[in-house]
């Protein structure tokens, strides 16, 4: 989509709800162009796209890309909403009832989205997520998680020798546990509170 597409997702109702999650995941593990076309794609201005549909004032989705569509409130198309909360800003539920929470944010700075901030209110309380990357790639990573839940943070660095929480070290910081790397991120798993993650270029 990134190259031959021209940054259009050209795809039906049906593969439009898979393309955000899969692409997210593939560019959390380095897949080439994954994170260029899901950035492209979101923030596309012409047909068809949905800041085509902006462009001509629609409220809602239409039923498809074309300017002749008939209704404009077909929310089967806008799972882009979803990957807002789930992907860019990262909050995700890993039990019933966010017990335990997975926070795995999605910066996009090289491609022109320097923040995201989300938040959901849950059963046991609202969880946020806001991250702030600057143009030479470092990063402020803001989570708060609720009473009697759990969280596992994926800080997006390269090592953890780059990443703060609170000033200090962030697998030396109170309340906060190294899990390792993956994929693309510093892991940790946190408790209940206010984390402020920083990570130097």
Do not use: C
Not at 10 to 32: D, K, N, Q, T, Y
Not at 51 to 72: D, F, K, Q
Not at 145 to 172: C, D, F, L, S, W
């Amino acid at each position: 989509m990134a190259v031959t597409r021209t940054g259009h997702a050209m795809i039906g109702f049906v593969g439009i709800r898979w393309i955000w999650p899969v692409l997210s995941e593939a560019a959390h593990a380095g897949v080439p162009y994954a994170k260029e076309a899901l950035f492209k794609v979101a923030q596309q201005t012409t047909y068809p796209s949905y800041g085509y549909h902006i462009g001509l004032g629609y409220t809602g989705v239409g039923e498809y890309w074309e300017s002749t569509t008939r209704t404009r409130n077909h929310q089967f198309q806008g799972s882009i909403g979803q990957w807002f909360y789930e992907e860019l800003a990262g909050i995700k539920p890993a039990a019933a009832g966010y017990s335990k929470i997975t926070i795995q944010p999605l910066p996009g700075g090289q491609y022109g989205v320097e923040h995201a901030a989300a938040s959901v209110d849950t059963v046991r309380g609202l969880i946020r997520s806001g991250w702030t990357q600057a143009k030479d790639g470092s990063l402020k990573l803001d989570v708060t998680i609720p009473a009697n839940t759990t969280a596992t943070v994926y800080v997006p660095a390269t090592a953890k020798g780059k990443v703060t929480e609170g000033n200090r070290p962030a697998h030396q910081s109170t309340g906060v546990r190294y899990a390792g790397h993956r994929l693309d991120a510093e892991v940790y798993e946190v408790g209940s509170g206010t984390y402020s993650f920083r990570v130097t270029a």
